[in-house]
């Protein structure tokens, strides 16, 4: 468990990170102490005095914070693949969204864990204060004197019930009142009285004598019969303090012990949450939300520049290649997910619409390839003009077959026009393999649908063909996929 000092590392730790005032704490806390040992202080005093602090807003970073301009086109992303890129857009959007939900979640999960730990912060210290206060020894200090009353009471009551058994209880002495309501000093005290009243009567002394003795025995019998009930109550009395007194001082033993318990309990409840509030703040740890915001935004940022760098090269590839305008406003900072968000569903379905008056054409063209002067094989050109293709034709892949005598497949290299690629940089030769003799019956597929997509078809295709041993001539065949409305 951690002691002071590194409850105190703790604390400044997670002040730092979340943006606490420790000082503006303390200080509060020092005011709250003082004036509660001031007894005149007032509640509302105490309020003002000791509750100065604020503390941050906890303002969430932004997520999205590069601007829309700030991203260069990649050249390598060549904006006749519209297709292409609209799939990869779309996914690196569905990530952008995800991640934004996911930065959200740990921003929500982070300014939870800064208000509770503020809140726990502060209210430390005042419990600390409680506890010096005496908060634990409270209960048990209130049935100490609670059991002191109660021995107090106890023995009054007592006492009380010992006077009344004293006057009833025949032999009794000691003291004036002892034995005073036994039957013998009841009846010797009729008797006196009748003596008395038989006196004092000037008449029928004997009558007079009878009717004191009948009426001073009545009186005696009512006020014995308050005395018994008198008696009978200071014994419910006794029985019921007996009874408190024995459940308080149990009540104070186990309440002396708690408060052993209670500091017990509240230490270990204070230390585990300082060790979990300084998994909070542990550089790796899931639980560090700052940093987790941190890895979700770099994370964010590769996905948006990726993002853009297809956008652009859609609205392009739009207008340029199939003639659909969907122009895109430049978005501003903070809203470029949304706007594209939007402007992708609108380009998606005008691009749909489009292609629903697309038709999927096989265009062949027939050369002849002269053999090299060094032998090692021929070479073709295949010239490609405006009248062999549909009008305004897009490329989708080309395939080759030979015409001649019965022989294996060979492989090509294949030079398209330069307005043939479909990439910006694309150079070089395309490797056509497993090219058989013509048969109709043959179902070609087209390749390097990737590096001819959407490119133009007419000019010179040159082709290469490598031999060995003697070379002769060859008429080719080369067939062109192409897109047209």
Known sequence: MPGQDEIARIERQFAKQYGLDLDGIHRDARALRTLIADTTATSKAVDDASYTYNGSQAIVPDLETIAFNAIEADPRIAHRRVELNIDE??????????L???YGEAAKLRNDTRFKGEEFVRLDGVHLQEVDAGLYKLPWQD???????LAVSLSEAQTQLDRLEEMMRSGASGHRYSAVLTDPSLDQNIQNNAVITRHVANTSKDAVETMAVSTEGVRTALDLASW???LGG???SVAQLTARLESTTRSEKFLRSDEGFRTQRAEISRQLAWLQIAEHCRADSELNYDRRMSRIKASFDENLVALVERIKPIEIGLRNVYGIDVPL???PVGKIVETVAVWLVVAQNELSKFKRGQRLSLCTI???????????GLDCSFDVSQSDIPHNALLRGIALEYFGENRGPITLEVSPPADAWS?????????????GQYSPSLDLKAQHQDALWNGSCTGTWSVRVTTRGESQSLQLAMHLWVLSA
């Open 423 to 435: 990439g910006n940089t694309a150079t070089g030769a395309l490797v056509v393999g497993r090219v």
């Open 234 to 236: 200071a014994k419910a």
């Open 143 to 149: 049935a100490s004197n609670e059991r002191e009353g």
């Open 100 to 102: 934004r939900k996911e």
């Open 366 to 376: 027939i050369a002849t390839g002269a053999p090299r002067d060094d032998g090692t």
């Open 228 to 230: 018994l009930d008198r």
């Open 89 to 98: 857009a779309t996914a690196y959007l569905q990530m952008c969204l995800d």
């Open 329 to 331: 406003e430049v978005p």
